[in-house]
């Protein structure tokens, strides 16, 4: 089994910045994609960014120059950088991780969100 932990959600004031962590563990092999999802209330959960194995990205366009997705396959963490934040931002946010198991072969994996909240 794997297990994602996020933390690094929390209240911040329009414009301001926050940095989320989501670090996998258990039997991993390896870790292939990386994502950040949000959802906000009363919306779908959506793709924030994306990082491949081999450091590759991709962001909602909307998103693109203010997020920043990285990855460290050492720690088997991913890592989300958020600046410039609005209260549009508002949303928990989830990662996901396509993760090689021993044993078990490739499975998809989801953290238990982290609340971002954005507000003066």
Do not use: H
């Not at 996020?6 to 092999?29: D, H, K, N, Y």
């Not at 050492?74 to 396509?98: F, G, H, Q, R, W």
């Amino acid at each position: 089994q794997v297990q994602l932990v996020e933390s690094g959600g929390g209240l911040v004031q329009p414009g301001g910045s926050l940095r989320l962590s989501c670090a996998a563990s258990g039997s991993i092999v390896t870790i292939y994609a990386m994502n950040w999802y949000r959802q906000a209330p009363g919306k779908q959960r959506a793709l924030v960014a994306g990082i491949a194995r081999d450091g590759r990205t991709t962001y909602v366009d909307s998103l693109k120059g203010r997020f920043t997705i990285s990855r460290d396959n050492a720690k088997n963490t991913v890592y989300l950088e958020m600046n410039s934040l609005s209260p549009e931002d508002t949303a928990v946010y989830y990662c996901n991780m396509d993760v090689a198991e021993l044993r078990a072969g490739v499975g998809g994996y989801w953290g238990q969100g982290t609340q971002v909240t954005v507000s003066s």
